[in-house]
């Protein structure tokens, strides 16, 4: 995912955002089947942009292709390409293949480093977008697919938006159309998922969604079914075929945003969802959500999509109120609350120049200051005295999908230190197995990427220390030491973390 200026907008016009919406559909010019083309349900819609993939091959006036080994910031084991073999049209429909093939790419997004080092991945597949091609605020997107089922299968629709106008991901926003993830081919009840993204800039980042459940015979792996989501400025909808099945509200998301002056604040409104975004369409193979591929998986697998068609509603542009069809039998998701933030801190800009750099001693040292992500639940950070030590820091986990964090006010150029050290001591650990990780982040997507720690047994303090030129190194690490922002990312294993209590003391950076 691209990195873009932190240009947020924090008190959005209501009269211009109508204005800026109807530009917004505009810029890509309406088809020539938009008298004959409707949408699957609703009425008052109309077609602004669409693409049946009846051609002989993809059109590269609509679609453009991400080549890379990055692995999607999720650990993903494909290379995405943009040779033929990996999408294709057939038969009138886009076909983006999966193959189990061995291939030398990039290891990051060629908008974060176009010169970086390359590394082999166990697979290939394709993304295709629509960025700068068409890019849209509000409306209605219908795609017609066939996803494919197996272990380690991760076919995705979606959006992101086209220039990041509120920071990084997920600060700018992420609306996931349907996911499906490692679908079984022998359940009769397969689950695809949407969701939105949003929040701050990782680790600050959250998410909220809904799954549905195919039933009497249907089968999204076997046959292909319409995926759906209208997007208005107050409400996002979420419709498979001809049901509206989930429906999430701006009261429950939110955008953290830095200002011209560095400062993050709130932005307001129905940010991050209010600002142009572009489709993408990719098969994923493995990752942290649907693991990896087994022997029962059979290559090559596929990703069908018969169209892609994006629909306005002139009468009301911006609510959609006029077009919409809206069922009182949909889940409504509240979303996630925004957590407290890290704003600009008064401190010495010559901190830097320090011998060892604290980032916690009794207390969060100015510029860091702890924080907490969470998808469900909660991850309490509190300051507690412990005899021998002062203060420490005690981080709970009520949540199995969480971390706490150190973070800076900007990326702090650390090329001149060594190590990262800490002291770590587990408290309470209830799991019948799990371990613990960590990172250093140094704006997201650059990253050291998960890292193990070897505890000691609970109870017992253990010393930690990384030196950076070992985390430089890890495989898949992308860790820049010379702008660090994030020194400590930690947490459980992901979906096995409740009950577990940490201390920390003593994280400081060392020359």
């Known amino acids: 995912m691209k990195r873009a200026q932190d240009l947020p907008v924090f008190c959005p016009n209501k009269g211009l955002r109508a204005a800026v919406a109807l530009a917004a559909l505009a810029v890509a010019p309406v088809q020539a089947q938009a008298q004959t083309i409707e949408a699957s349900v609703g009425s008052g819609w109309q077609l602004q942009w669409n693409d049946e993939f009846d051609q002989a091959d993809v059109d590269p006036t609509k679609w453009g292709w991400e080549s890379n080994c990055w692995g999607g910031g999720n650990n993903e084991l494909q290379c995405y390409t943009d040779r033929k073999k990996n999408s294709f049209i057939e038969d009138g429909k886009l076909i983006i293949r999966a193959h189990k093939e061995t291939y030398f790419g990039s290891s990051e997004l060629k908008e974060v480093n176009p010169d970086a080092e390359k590394k082999y991945l166990p697979y290939t597949s394709a993304r295709l977008r629509t960025l700068n091609k068409g890019d849209w605020t509000y409306g209605r997107f219908e795609i017609r697919a066939k996803l494919p089922a197996g272990q380690g299968m991760w076919p995705a629709i979606w959006m992101l938006p086209s220039d990041q106008r509120y920071g990084g991901w997920a600060a700018g926003g992420e609306i996931d159309i349907v996911e499906g993830v490692s679908m079984d081919p022998a359940d ?8 939105l993204h949003y929040g701050a800039q990782w680790p600050g980042n959250v998410h909220s969604g809904e799954g549905y459940t195919f039933q009497d015979g249907k089968d999204p792996t076997t046959g292909f079914h319409t995926y759906a989501i209208e997007w208005g400025d107050d409400e996002i909808r979420w419709y498979i075929d ?23 604040r709130e932005v307001g409104g129905s940010a991050p969802f209010d600002q142009p975004f572009h489709l993408l369409l990719n098969l994923a193979v493995g990752g942290n959500w649907p693991g990896s591929p087994d022997d029962s998986v059979e290559f090559p697998k596929q990703m069908e999509v018969d169209f892609v068609r994006v629909f306005s509603c002139p009468d009301s542009p911006e609510s959609l109120s006029s077009c919409a069809s809206i069922s009182e039998l949909a889940t409504v998701n509240v979303g996630k609350k925004a957590p407290r933030l890290i704003n600009a801190i ?5 901190f830097i120049k320090a011998q ?37 820091a005690q981080v709970t986990f009520n949540t199995n999908q969480g971390g706490a964090y150190w973070q800076g006010t900007e990326g702090f150029d650390f090329g001149d230190f060594k190590a990262l050290e800490f002291d770590l001591r587990v408290v309470s650990d209830p799991r019948a197995s799990g371990g613990m990780m960590f990172k250093v982040d140094c704006q997201y997507p650059c990253s050291t990427g998960d890292v193990p720690l070897e505890t000691a047994p609970v109870g017992e303090w253990r010393a930690m220390r990384f030196e950076f030129s070992e985390l430089v190194r890890r495989a898949g690490s992308t860790l820049d030491i010379r702008n660090i922002d994030t020194p400590l990312v930690i947490l459980p294993t992901w979906d096995n973390q409740q009950g577990v209590v940490l201390q920390i003391d003593n994280l400081r950076i060392v020359r």
């Open 188 to 195: 009769p009840n397969k689950v695809v998922y949407g969701t």
């Open 242 to 264: 001809e049901t509206h099945f989930a429906t999430q509200r701006a009261s429950g998301w939110y955008s953290h945003a830095k200002d011209s002056a560095g400062v993050k």
């Open 346 to 350: 008064d401190f010495d800009p010559d």
């Open 356 to 392: 060892v750099v604290d980032v916690f001693a009794d207390e969060s040292i100015a510029p860091f200051q702890e924080n907490y992500f969470s998808n469900d639940g909660s991850v309490d950070i509190e300051t507690i005295a412990v005899e021998g030590r002062g203060n420490v």
